[in-house]
């Protein structure tokens, strides 16, 4: 039996993916709704997502909003922001209406 060779575990794929991402941290994530500078952001898991880079998060403290800096090709990066909404926003703006849809 030949030996394959080992690509690592999920578990190390993953860090790996952090670290890789850690060097494209950027300085800082500007709050989208008050617009404050956050400097702390958690790297997100992006290992499965395909052509993403890098994702962060960050809490602002001021307004409790969370923001997000992805950056990867364009359209995974949209997909990716699209997913987020999807799951974030559906809470955050429960009950805001576009205007457009308003009887
Ligand atoms: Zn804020």
């Known amino acids: 039996m030949g030996q394959a ?3 690592g575990t999920p578990e190390q794929r ?3 993916a952090i670290e ?3 060097s494209l941290r950027p300085k800082y994530i500007r709050c989208n709704n008050c617009q404050a500078e956050l400097n702390e952001m ?3 898991d992006i290992s499965d997502i395909r052509g993403i880079e890098a994702a962060f998060m ?3 403290p001021h307004c409790g909003h969370d923001t997000y800096a992805i950056k990867g090709e364009r359209e995974a990066v949209a997909q990716m922001h699209m997913a987020i909404e999807d799951a974030v926003g559906a809470q955050s703006q429960a009950g805001v209406v576009p205007a457009a849809h308003r009887r």
């Open 5 to 7: 060779k080992l690509r």
């Open 58 to 60: 960050a809490h602002c």
């Open 42 to 44: 958690t790297p997100m």
């Open 20 to 22: 890789r991402q850690l």
């Open 14 to 16: 993953k860090q790996a």
